[in-house]
């Protein structure tokens, strides 16, 4: 589940770029232009948990031509591209260049970038996920206080043109690839210049969040995908449009007095222990209401992997075990801060 914005990224897109051969996989490129929430387990049924959100390896080429762009190419800074991938890509992008008959010039900048592809689908099993998503994003708005929860329409995923990012909407697709593009920012050229290009897929949804740098978002782009996953994700994408506005501040303010890196490194640690305690309580409680208790044991088996990576899930979850999922968001939503310092107390 990713989460992006103009200003920052909440997952680590470097962790597949960075991946054992992903500069062998590098390509070159020429430029071009490139409800009602149910009351009966019968009534939701969830056949999407029992197939895979994970694509097979595709051509990058493939991606690019036949998939739906999510949101627009952003930028990814080049301070987080270790010095030693950064001078082997650069090195592939001149014999890019070269192979194309163009020199290259030592003022020559390399600049990255990332993009999503969703990949559209008609299926039963995405026309139940719709659905389930549709009765999640009731259930928050009824049960709950103190979340913004804009209105979202739920769909399946349009073919062969971008999604609008101009408000908020809600997608489901069948798979999710990630884009890296490497290329030269400070060419200036009548033709289009050569660039590297490596597309992978990621069994995870998408949340792209316009505004809330400062206050609450402006619009976002919610995509989902099949998988046991999604029986949380819908709860979680929607819960994070409330705290991205506070942890983009909170990265700002860290900024001041440590690493930029470091402090986004941080609150995204925080920010994600608390969607996904929430997430999981809350999804809890929805299989009760939609009598598919037998979804339990894999609800919490997710949220324990989940744990693992991120330190604060564990006490936050207790905590809104003993206190109510309400007192929780209540209490985040006075001061986000002082409830994140009694776990770094104690």
């Known amino acids: 589940m990713s989460r992006i914005s103009a200003a920052s990224s909440r997952r680590d897109f470097l962790r597949s770029t960075l991946a054992p051969g992903f500069l062998l996989a590098l390509t070159p490129f020429k430029s071009s232009a490139v409800s009602m929430i149910a009351s009966k387990a019968a009534s939701l049924p969830l056949y999407f948990t029992e197939i895979t959100g ?6 990058t080429a493939t991606i690019i031509e036949r998939f739906t762009p999510l949101h627009p190419e952003l930028e990814l800074p080049t301070d987080r591209m ?9 090195t592939a992008l001149q014999n890019a260049f070269h192979e194309s008959g163009l020199p290259w010039k030592e003022h020559y900048e390399v600049a990255f970038s990332y993009q999503h592809f969703g990949v559209p689908d008609q299926s039963r099993e995405l026309a139940e996920l719709v659905r389930y998503s549709e009765a999640a994003m009731s259930y928050l708005k009824s049960r709950y206080t103190g979340l913004f929860t804009p209105k979202i329409q739920w769909q399946l995923l349009p073919e062969h043109y971008p999604v609008e990012n101009d408000r908020f909407a809600g997608y489901v697709g069948r798979f999710t690839y990630h884009l890296v593009k490497a290329y030269v920012s400070n060419i200036h050229m009548d033709e289009p210049a050569p660039y590297l290009a490596h597309a992978q897929p990621i069994e995870r949804a998408i ?17 989902l995908v099949p998988g046991i996953s999604s029986m ?5 994408e929607l819960i994070h449009l409330s705290f991205h506005a506070s942890a983009q501040a909170q990265i700002a303010e860290l900024s001041k007095t440590m690493d930029a890196g470091a402090a986004r490194q941080h609150v995204r640690n925080v920010t994600e222990s608390l969607v996904e305690s929430l997430s999981y309580s809350i999804a809890e409680s929805f299989m009760h209401d939609i009598e598919h208790t037998e979804k339990l044991p ?6 324990d992997n989940l744990a693992a990576k991120f330190s604060y899930m564990p006490q936050i979850t207790r905590t809104i075990k003993a206190r109510g999922v309400q007192s929780v968001i209540n209490e985040v939503q006075d001061d986000m801060t002082d409830f994140i310092a009694q776990f770094d107390h104690g």
């Open 207 to 223: 949340n792209y969040i316009q505004g809330g740098k400062q206050e609450t978002p402006s619009a976002g782009t919610i995509f």
């Open 298 to 303: 894999t609800i919490k088996y997710m949220a």
């Open 54 to 59: 994970l694509g097979p390896e595709l051509p």
């Open 82 to 90: 270790p010095n030693r991938k950064s001078a082997a890509i650069k």
């Open 232 to 236: 949380m994700a819908p709860f979680s």
